[in-house]
């Protein structure tokens, strides 16, 4: 017959721990129910933090832009080197085979010049050298052979000029990746801080914007101010038919602009060829250093390194691309974000 042991009872000593434990997890589970969540950066707080990832980007975009401006203009050097050292290749082969045709006119006759034979056996430098001394030359081959002279120092050079060149090219593509990787970096960060925002703050955000910018246009159409010349009026004419284009870093038109892309791009349609990048813009002209003198077109540029500028529109307000997710518009010179350096006439 089985037995049936009765289950052994846990000692007051257990029991005072099990409920010590179970009235401490109550404890802590009511804590964190009635504890404040986490706190949501406010829509202002998360502009604000956009705002300067946006401008630490156009920094890079700047930087990025110089680059690549640079790694263009080096490859035309590199091109046009290559075809100079092409054709000075086939000018020095033509040179050679005039002497040796002088040599294969001597072999057939049985009688090899010794100075075709001392010609034939050493480099042109050092035959130069020994039958100068020699007397053994005629003017006419001693004119041959400088101009083969001059044609293997010059080629030298042009080789190692792009020698340099390549090398000074192959570190401009590792600068050119590096700041590329740093502007979409920079952009990411401000997309995910966006992203964080709700439905309606994001409407509130590009409602205010909108007034903004609606604003900045009535200022700037209504300004009684000057054109700097008449290349500036034409430039101010070409980016206000950009109106509404989209930001976009490293783009020079005419879909799509960034800020000095912009300006560069509205000068070229005046038949002006300024500079690429906002630092060399800041330049070219001539400086205006107050606001008051300032005249519509004039190239306005902003924060001490000049990593932004746009055109004056009058009425202190400027026509400019700003930054990744906005389009070309007027904006008060106040709200741009830096200090307002200088202008310059074109």
Not at 111 to 138: C, E, G, H, N
Request: neutral net charge; glycine residues 6%; proline residues 3%.
């Amino acid at each position: 017959m089985a037995s049936h042991r009765r289950p052994k009872q846990p000692s007051r000593a257990r029991v005072t721990v099990l409920t010590t434990a179970a009235a401490a997890a109550v404890a802590l589970s009511s804590q964190a129910a009635n504890a404040a969540p986490s706190e949501k950066p406010s829509k202002d707080e998360v502009k604000a933090k956009v705002d300067k990832l946006y401008e630490e980007a156009e920094q890079a975009t700047e930087k990025y832009n110089g680059a690549k401006e640079k790694q263009e203009k080096l490859q035309k050097e590199i091109s046009t080197i290559q075809d100079n050292v092409a054709r000075g290749q086939e000018e020095l082969n033509e040179l050679r085979e005039s002497i040796g045709l002088a040599a294969a006119a001597q072999y057939r006759t049985g009688s090899i010049d010794s100075s075709v034979q001392l010609f034939l056996s050493s480099d042109p430098d050092d035959y130069l050298d020994k039958a100068s001394t020699l007397d053994q030359l005629s003017s006419q081959q001693v004119e041959a052979l400088k101009k083969i002279q001059d044609k293997q120092r010059e080629l030298a050079q042009e080789r190692a000029e792009a020698s340099d060149k390549l090398k000074d090219l192959a570190s401009t593509r590792e600068e050119l990746g590096k700041k590329k990787q740093e502007v979409q970096n920079k952009l990411a960060a401000a997309q995910k801080l966006l992203n964080s925002l709700t439905a309606e703050q994001k409407a509130q955000l590009a409602a205010e914007q909108d007034r903004a910018s609606r604003t900045s246009e009535r200022e700037a159409l209504t300004a009684d101010v000057p054109t700097g010349s008449g290349r500036a009026a034409a430039a101010f004419a070409a980016a206000q038919s950009k109106l509404g284009t989209p930001y976009v870093y490293g783009a020079t038109g005419p879909s799509s602009f960034d800020c000095s892309g912009l300006t560069s791009w509205a000068y070229a349609q005046a038949g002006v060829a300024i500079p690429r990048t906002s630092e060399a813009q800041s330049g070219y002209g001539t400086k205006i250093y107050s606001v008051s003198d300032l005249k519509v077109g004039d190239l306005v540029f902003f924060f001490n390194d000049l990593h932004h500028v746009g055109l004056y529109a009058g009425n202190g307000q400027v026509l400019h691309a700003p930054r990744t997710g906005t389009v070309v518009r007027y904006e008060s010179m106040n709200t741009i974000g830096g200090p307002f350096m200088w202008g310059v006439r074109v």
